[in-house]
């Protein structure tokens, strides 16, 4: 499957901003898929995740209540919309898929071998 992700840019802090990730090459309603983040010096982390047969989303804490992962089945498509960002929130982020994740394992990078090329996010104070 490939993943090309959208939408990032240079924002100040409190501002909205949406991503989109698009995906062509397999079925998409067979995978789990995500949205990820790698801040400079930082390890990659987990953001959001949602089953692309179903509804089960996971976020991680640092962005729960904000972020809302979602997607267009009909468009093969991913979206995370970001509220409310932080200066922390400043990373790359990159969709990843894949179509077996174990449970409770929803948000590890490792898990994942499908990867889009990234968009930059960068929020300022």
């Known amino acids: 499957v490939q993943l090309v992700e959208s939408g990032g840019g240079s924002v100040q802090a409190g501002v909205s901003l949406s991503l989109t990730c698009a995906a062509s090459?397999?079925?998409?309603?067979?995978?789990?898929i995500g949205w990820f983040r790698q801040a400079p010096g930082k390890e990659r982390e987990g953001v959001a995740s949602?089953?692309?047969?179903?509804?089960?989303?996971y976020y991680a804490d640092s962005v729960l209540g904000r972020f809302t992962i979602s997607q267009d089945n009909a468009k093969n498509t991913l979206y995370l919309q970001m509220d409310s960002l932080k200066p922390e929130d400043t990373a790359m982020y990159y969709c990843?898929?894949?179509?077996?994740?174990?449970?409770?394992?929803?948000?590890?990078?490792?898990?994942?071998?499908?990867w889009g090329q990234g968009t930059q996010v960068t929020v300022s104070s």
């Open positions: 990843a898929a894949d179509n077996s994740i174990p449970f409770g394992l929803h948000l590890r990078p490792s898990q994942y071998n499908y």
């Open positions: 090459g397999d079925t998409y309603s067979r995978f789990w």
């Open positions: 949602i089953v692309t047969f179903g509804t089960t989303t």
